[in-house]
């Protein structure tokens, strides 16, 4: 018997003990951390969820499948194409409305779908799956026709798909994420969280943007109350308690490189189990590494790359050319590669000044960058992409104080295509 058959029958001996007995301890994670096989992570994070060697203190925690062989009967029905996942456009056209999120052969694509995201990145699938459950729950993530179990199943897919994905969703899903409790269950996930976050910021190559954001996260998981861990007195506490008390730490002499002080002095902290003293160390270093700017530079590295900033701003002359040239002869120049360009330092520090420019400022950033791009770029929406770069620009622009509410583009659904919205 192969590994893999014998490890299902332990645990379909354990789930079926674990009905007769209930004071018998089950600790499946431990079991699960043994194993990397695709199959089982893919069982314990959506079909089983957070189960550990704690008590069961919240819904969230409980189990989603009563059956464990069930469970395996499923991801074998994935694995051999019996139950075939969602494309993009399939999702578009039969998940409309809660209810079709309760078919229970459109749940098992569902899961067919996330299966196939686990395996790799497919960025047009996890944005279409993030884009329906945010808009059937009113972006609530609660969908009162589906039960509690099916509840978290769609709360855990979306929450890997944003992770995951953390660059392609709206800056409002992104920070509604951080101060909610589906942080929390990120985390209880084994989401990469801290690896998302970092990454996003540092796509930026402007400080100040990275500055910006990253005390904008800091402030979202400041007010965070998704509960993680105990205190002294062995109640349930929340993110916002734990960012609360190393606030406090960093007040005191200590800097934020000597956080392992916080860890061994906090009482609290102590109290906690080995799997809570994780999550909450992900907690506290994701917050410390937002308001410590981390994300902007690297550690010992700021007053060094001032330096040689203002070394060669005294020895480089600025070229005669680029100083001569107006924005649209520079749009002229970098138009084999023009969203490229305009997302550099040069190419955003031109835009700006050419949206300030007197005669353009009546016009709107959003109509004035519109039309550029249609009259030097007319391909651009025919590429994953270079949307993807048109919505980078359009954030960098937005936290700049330019642009406007509405979306530049939109997908126009009876010619399935992106349209400009202007």
Not at 181 to 190: A, E, I, P, S
Request: aromatic letters at 10%; a negative charge; glycine letters at 4%.
């Amino acid at each position: 018997m192969r590994k893999t058959e014998e490890i299902k029958e332990i645990f379909i001996e354990y789930i079926l003990l674990a009905k007769v007995e209930e004071s018998i301890k089950i600790h499946l994670r431990m079991m699960l951390e043994y194993l990397s096989d695709l199959e089982l992570r893919f069982i314990d994070r959506y079909l089983i969820g957070s189960v550990k060697n704690v008590p069961i203190t919240d819904i969230e925690d409980a189990l989603v499948c009563a059956s464990m062989a069930d469970m395996f009967i499923l991801v074998e029905e994935i694995k051999s194409g019996l139950v075939q996942p969602f494309t993009p456009g399939d999702l578009q056209t039969e998940i409309k409305s809660v209810s079709d999120l309760k078919d229970y052969d459109k749940q098992k694509r569902f899961l067919a779908s996330v299966f196939e995201l686990e395996k790799g990145v497919d960025y047009d699938l996890a944005v279409q799956i993030i884009t329906i459950l945010e808009e059937l729950s009113n972006y609530t993530f609660l969908f009162p026709l589906l039960s509690d179990l099916e509840n978290i199943m769609y709360r855990r897919i979306y929450i890997f798909a944003l992770v995951n994905h953390f660059s392609a969703v709206s800056d409002n899903s992104r920070r509604a994420f951080l101060s909610s409790n589906l942080f929390v269950q990120g985390l209880n996930m084994d989401l990469d969280v801290y690896g998302a976050v970092e990454k996003f910021i540092r796509s930026f190559f402007m400080v100040n943007i990275r500055r910006n954001i990253s005390l904008d996260y800091a402030a979202c998981l400041a007010i965070n109350n998704g509960k993680i861990g105990i205190d002294d007195y062995e109640k349930r506490i929340t993110a916002k308690d734990w960012i609360s008390k190393v606030s406090e730490f960093l007040q005191t002499p200590h800097d934020s490189t000597e956080i392992n002080i916080f860890y061994s002095s906090d009482q609290s902290y102590r109290n906690n189990l080995v799997f809570e003293k994780a999550r909450i160390k992900q907690v506290v270093d994701l917050y410390i590494a937002l308001v410590s700017g981390e994300f902007i530079f690297e550690k010992g590295t700021r007053q060094e790359i001032e330096k040689i900033i203002k070394e060669l701003e005294e020895i480089v002359p600025v070229g005669l050319e680029d100083k001569e040239l107006s924005f649209e002869e520079k749009i002229i120049k970098e138009k084999t590669n023009l969203m490229v360009w305009l997302t550099t330092s040069d190419g955003l520090l031109s835009l700006v000044s050419w949206l300030d420019e007197e005669k353009n400022k009546k016009e709107g950033a959003k109509k004035l960058v519109i039309s550029i791009l249609k009259k030097y770029g007319p391909n651009l929406l025919n590429e994953n992409e270079q949307i993807e770069r048109l919505m980078r620009l359009q954030e960098v622009l937005r936290l700049m104080g330019y642009g406007d509410t509405e979306e530049w583009f939109l997908f126009d659904e009876k010619i399935g295509a992106f349209m400009w919205s202007d």
